[in-house]
């Protein structure tokens, strides 16, 4: 019925949201910050491991505790939260679902849960990347020099404003995946002796 997405904040250990279905504004204002421990969610980053509560009235989780009464009063009666992992295993986030009546999850249920959990880690770690390489982007271009990178075949992987302007060699984003030797075919010969031998 419901569903969040929480990321890892490295830093101090906590489950920060960045997305959620359903769920009122008071509710996610609640459980804006999520630690170790606190709820289903801090509980699966506590333990790395999937968390499913079939009724949270019954639960060791939220008995006795604030979040007992902020998740009936958002008619939450059951929720699974289910750890983000990388390919590599590291730890991103929790990706967490709510039900309005008690439930019995089953390995259907947690077979789908990892796909979707699976899909969340493809989703923020490209997010992440492509973030990085923004603010790498922006920082070379404002250097005062010309840069270009290559692969091992001297293939542009990303070149600046600057290099383009100061080659002539127009729009940056035309040049990636292009030899450099195509690009710039006067290269003195002994440049191309010493790439060739790793130099």
């Not at 060791?60 to 295993?89: C, H, K, M, W, Y």
């Not at 989703?123 to 840069?147: A, D």
Request: charged letters at 25%.
């Amino acid at each position: 019925d419901f569903g969040t997405i929480q990321v890892l904040v490295p830093e101090n250990n906590t489950l920060r949201l960045v997305a959620q279905r359903g769920l009122p504004q008071w509710w996610c204002d609640y459980w804006r910050v999520g630690k170790p421990g606190a709820g289903s969610c801090g509980d699966s980053l506590l333990r790395h491991e999937r968390v499913a509560i079939d009724d949270v009235e019954t639960s060791p989780v939220f008995i006795g505790t604030p979040a007992l009464e902020i998740q009936l009063r958002a008619n939450v009666r059951a929720v699974q939260s289910t750890p983000i992992v990388s390919r590599d295993g590291k730890l991103l986030g929790i990706f967490s679902t709510y039900y309005r009546m008690p439930q019995r999850f089953d390995e259907f249920d947690f077979t789908l849960l990892d796909h979707l959990a699976r899909n969340a880690a493809d989703v923020i770690e490209h997010t992440v990347l492509n973030t990085g390489l923004r603010k790498l982007q922006n920082f070379i271009e404002k250097m005062p020099v010309s840069v270009a990178m290559f692969d091992k075949d001297m293939r542009y992987v990303f070149a600046s404003k600057r290099w383009c302007q100061e080659f002539a060699l127009g729009i940056p984003s035309e040049l990636v995946g292009r030899s450099h030797y195509d690009v710039m075919p006067d290269l003195p010969e002994k440049w191309k002796i010493a790439h060739r031998r790793g130099l």
